[in-house]
């Protein structure tokens, strides 16, 4: 199915439906919103085309605003205008490298009752770590809000996704945080030494049993998920539990290997006054035979090992043994490229795009950063068809649409935390809760075939979506008529219109579209002229407050009309 057949599809009556009389209220009719696309009369998706022939050649086309966003769109969660225009002055090398710029690690969230950490404080109660659980995510939250030009939060989030550990399991926030900090450091680094450092991180030894699984009660748990989701993937079944790339028998000489770590809370003067959870390797609980592995892994053979160097010699070679088959890298590519670009990987993708990264890949020893640059600076990232092509995740719809209409907000944590509490609900509301995981997998919408993307939309996410971006509107705060004095023409309504457009959509509208907005969204049926006159008589008599509310009547309902529209879905 196509993108233009699956939102009028998956859309044809729902938002009609939503709130009729609140929409009439406020200026938008229910008839209103069913122009906006859900019958298929006046959304335009793109339609479905053979995927792009481009590969990772440099990017020769011309460097502007609408190439830049597009670079803010996927590479963050949006930017503001100010950092649209900071990119496009740049050439698209400067800006790459920008965007890829390592970062300071944050400070840690703290409580705002008491102004102080809590990361790394004696345990209290459930009562209070659930409040603590509150604030690191609104932390989070806050951080991707004020996020420079820098792809670090975007690839924090592919890291959380990418090796899931959930609350209800592990129990405890401050792990939680520890691991956050641990995709923050290395979340261009190294990806061998971070699967290395996530395997005996205490909150995933926590999460998949690695702290439980001792020579005399192996548990495969960890083993598996390090084999079928963090590294080298499957690839096609043979037979009942074997695959392509490993076997049951591989699984099984894998948890041999890990057995023996487990997680501590230390208390030392590196950590004075504090607590630090770490993990341990404790030689009587390892399994110190030989493990022998499959033909999928050329039936390399690790040697066991005694005393208390065991654990972290037969880790490395677990991991050197993975990382030398070639499937390693492109499996990690390809989880990158359904991140950045698009779901649809076909032969030609395969070969013109995941190939020559995942040789970048290989050849700088599984660094991740030159990967990224490449993919930021090549061809196949800015061709039209993959401009659009995907359906924006809650964390980018939230965050964005907060970035687009409110640019300044505070640094101060007692002040940022309660802030960004609120959305806390949003992201859950549109089935993206933070270290709430629905599987080990991560959320569905990056790995389930044959929807993606699409799984972010449905009948309950989508009146949540119209609600979050009409009350971001609505909010008393906001003053829209700045938003419209801040374009080139505010008087011309195609003018502006066109410029709107441009802000905050991935594709153009087409000419039915512009038409629509201006004549019956903007206007209600009155003549375009008319929005000339308007303005200009509310900018010679802007203390007339009754053509203040007239004018920003008719902005609000253009705007909350233009966030609802499928084009604003896409990024």
């Known amino acids: 199915m196509n993108r233009r057949e699956f939102f009028a599809s998956a859309f044809s009556a729902e938002r009609v439906a939503l709130e009729s009389a609140g929409d009439e209220k406020n200026g938008v009719r229910a008839d209103d919103l069913k122009r906006a696309g859900l019958d298929g009369a006046m959304m335009r998706v793109q339609s479905a085309r053979p995927r792009p022939t481009s590969g990772i050649a440099q990017f020769t086309g011309r460097w502007n605003a609408q190439t830049a966003r597009h670079l803010a769109r996927r590479a ?17 090398t400067q800006a790459v490298d920008l965007i890829l710029q390592d970062v300071p690690l944050p400070e840690p969230p703290l409580d705002i009752t008491t102004g102080q950490t809590w990361h790394n404080k004696p345990f209290v109660d459930g009562a209070t770590d659930a409040r603590y659980y509150n604030y690191l995510r609104a932390w989070w ?121 487990s997680v501590r809370a230390n208390q030392t003067t590196a950590y004075a006054n504090g607590y630090h959870f770490e993990s341990f390797f404790n030689a009587n609980n390892h399994d110190t035979g030989n493990k022998t592995f499959s033909a999928a892994f050329q039936n ?35 989880k990158l490229y359904r991140w950045f670009v698009y779901y649809v990987i076909d032969q030609t993708v395969e070969r013109n795009v995941i190939e020559p990264l995942a040789e970048i890949f290989r050849r700088n020893d599984y660094n991740i950063k030159p990967v990224l640059r490449a993919l930021f600076l090549s061809q196949h990232f800015y061709d039209a068809e993959n401009r659009g092509a995907m359906i924006k995740s809650p964390a980018d719809f939230i965050v964005a649409l907060h970035k687009q209409f409110f640019p300044n907000n505070p640094t101060d944590q007692t002040q940022l935390i309660p802030a960004m509490n609120r959305y806390i609900g949003w992201f859950a509301a549109l089935q993206m809760s933070l270290f709430q995981h629905p599987t080990v997998a991560g959320w569905e919408a990056y790995y389930q075939e044959p929807s993606y993307y699409q799984l972010w939309l449905s009948t309950a996410t989508l009146p949540v979506r119209n609600s979050y971006s009409d009350q971001i509107i609505n909010t008393t705060t906001l003053d829209r008529i700045s938003i419209i004095r801040s374009l080139t023409t505010p008087s011309d309504p195609y ?50 407050m009754t053509k203040r509310r007239a004018v920003d009547t008719r902005i609000s309902n253009l705007l909350r009309f233009m966030l609802r529209m499928g084009e604003y879905q896409l990024t």
Not at 520 to 533: A, D, Q
Request: hydrophobic residues 40%; glycine residues 6%; charged residues 20%.
């Open 300 to 334: 390399t053979v690790i040697t066991g090992r005694t005393g208390a160097s065991a654990g972290m010699d037969e880790l490395n070679d677990l991991l050197n043994m993975i990382f030398r088959q070639a499937e390693t890298a492109r499996f990690i590519v390809r």
């Open 141 to 261: 939250i806050g951080l991707m809000v004020n996020q420079p030009p820098s792809v670090w939060e975007k690839m924090t989030l592919f890291w959380h996704n990418h090796f899931v550990s959930d609350r209800a399991t592990v129990g405890d926030s401050r792990y939680l945080y520890q691991q956050n900090a641990l995709f923050r450091r290395s979340a261009l680094g190294n990806f061998r030494t971070l699967c290395r450092d996530i395997t005996i991180d205490p909150t995933m030894l926590r999460y998949l049993n690695g702290n439980t699984n001792i020579a005399a009660r192996p548990n495969q748990n960890y083993a598996r998920e390090l084999l079928e989701l963090f590294t080298i993937g499957k690839g096609a079944e043979r037979a009942q539990g074997d695959y392509t790339n490993y076997t049951e028998q591989d699984v099984q000489q894998a948890a041999r290997v890990l057995t023996g770590w």
């Open 76 to 92: 963050m969660f949006g930017a503001t205008e100010a950092q649209i225009a900071q990119l496009a002055g740049m050439t698209i």
């Open 495 to 544: 003018a502006m219109v066109d410029q709107l457009a441009e802000r905050y959509f991935s594709m153009s509208l087409t000419t039915a579209q512009r038409e629509d907005l201006v004549t019956t969204v903007l206007m209600g049926g009155s003549p375009y002229y008319e929005w000339t006159e308007q303005w200009n008589d509310f900018t010679r008599n802007q203390n007339d």
